[in-house]
């Protein structure tokens, strides 16, 4: 076997990611990447920390594509439509990338600077949608909590095949986004729910 000309990390971290899609995540070992680019799995340690040291540099890979999609999909947008846009953007993402977008889920650690740097642009953009709300800086955490649910839920049930009812999923989650919509319209100026 010989080494493949031009080998780096960001390619390495690329094909793991497209391996990560077709076989999902657990596929992703450094053998199996190694076999995937034609290299011996020693040569890999040139690039990343083992196997928990690529799945952190694709989770990074995987927040940088969603972030640039989430923000392509609001150009020109604001408020509702925005929020949808968002939405839409994150399910895409998740629909087009499941392996690349689980390795997103983690919430970094401790020192994990790059990782908690690409999570935090992606919070950013959120509350910066939802700043035109006036929900308050701990109502716009809860709501953005609650979004990134509703999205993450519909998501994993859709990647696991749990909607089996013949309704469309596009209808189902621009109305899932409404609902929260008008439960946000519904919250106070300062954050606060009116009950």
Known sequence: MSPRAGLDTHSLVKTAAELADEQGIEAVTLAALAARLGVRSP????????????????????????????????????????????????????????????????????????????????????????????????????????????LHGFTSIENKGGFGLPVNLEDSLARLINTYLSGIHCMGSEGKDHQ
């Open 43 to 150: 040569s890999l340690y040139n690039h990343v920390k083992g196997l928990a040291g690529l799945r952190t540099l694709m989770a990074v890979y995987g927040l940088d594509q969603l972030y640039t999609g989430m923000s392509e999909a609001l150009e020109g947008l604001s408020g509702d439509a925005a929020v949808h846009a968002i939405g839409q953007a994150y399910v895409g993402f998740a629909r087009q990338h499941p392996g690349l977008y689980e390795t997103t889920l983690k919430a970094p650690e401790q020192g994990d600077t790059e990782l908690k740097e690409a999570s935090e642009r992606i919070l950013s953009l959120i509350i910066q949608v939802l700043a035109g709300y006036r929900l308050g800086e701990e109502g716009s955490i809860h709501a953005v909590r609650g979004f990134r649910s509703i």
